[in-house]
């Protein structure tokens, strides 16, 4: 069956680290993005890539940085310049490459990270 | 900048009662989507809208467009316990895609 894939499900951070957030398609969709989702925030964008080898920031982009070397792979690195990352992190794909309404969203079931 | 406000924040029903969730935009959408998160889960797609004054029905939920194309609204007929989540609009621009704060809904059996 085709779908995203995210790991870790769950992640614990130290103040200070870096961390890795995997996200894995195989639906052969052109556009990935990555989302952060806060209570009663809604998602927010963090970065969003049309094709391979290329990526634009969202909304929220600050602290997080991203790498599209292959069609299937969007990984996320939060860094430790992001202030709060305590949150729930949604990868999606998408079809078609561009950040429309038209475009219909798939998401994986998302990653937790909590910093102690 | 292009905003969709989405209202009510929470709604605690009793199964059977109905349920509306109404989204707002100060300017015009080019298309309108609707997902629904289950509690620890992730968002999924319902249905997407496009035309002016659309309405479409997926058994109990009835989702509309606004004539404006500035509004829409997801209505919830019966509410079942299979029902709870919280539900997410998405309000599509020329080259953007914005998502409400979300609703979530809670139904009392």
């Not at chain 1, 992001?82 to 992190?89: G, I, L, R, V």
């Not at chain 2, 059977?16 to 620890?40: A, H, M, V």
């Amino acid at each position: 069956d085709g779908g995203i894939t995210q790991s870790p499900k769950y992640l614990f951070r130290k103040e200070g680290q870096n961390v890795t957030l995997s996200c894995e398609q195989n639906l052969n969709h052109d556009a990935m993005y990555w989302y952060r989702q806060d209570p009663g925030q809604g998602l927010r964008l963090i970065y969003y890539s049309q094709i391979v080898n290329d990526f634009q920031k969202g909304d929220i982009a600050e602290g997080y940085s991203v790498s599209r070397e292959k069609k299937e792979s969007f990984p996320l690195t939060v860094t430790s310049a992001q202030k709060n990352p305590t949150a729930f992190y949604l990868c999606a794909s998408s079809i078609v490459g561009r950040l429309s309404g038209a475009n219909v969203l798939t998401f994986g079931a998302g990653s937790r990270l909590t910093v102690l | 900048g292009q905003q969709v406000m989405q209202i009510p924040q929470y709604q605690h029903v009793q199964e059977g009662e109905d349920f509306t969730t109404y989204c707002n935009s100060s300017t015009t959408l080019s298309n309108i989507q609707w997902y629904k998160q289950r509690p620890g889960g992730h968002p999924v797609f319902l249905i997407q809208l496009v035309k002016s004054g659309e309405v479409k029905k997926q058994k109990r939920l009835t989702f509309q467009f606004g004539e404006a194309k500035k509004n829409s609204s997801l209505h919830i007929t019966a509410t079942q316990t299979t029902d709870v989540g919280t539900y997410f609009c998405a309000g599509g621009f020329n080259n953007d895609m914005r998502f409400g704060a979300g609703t979530r809904l809670t139904v009392k059996p």
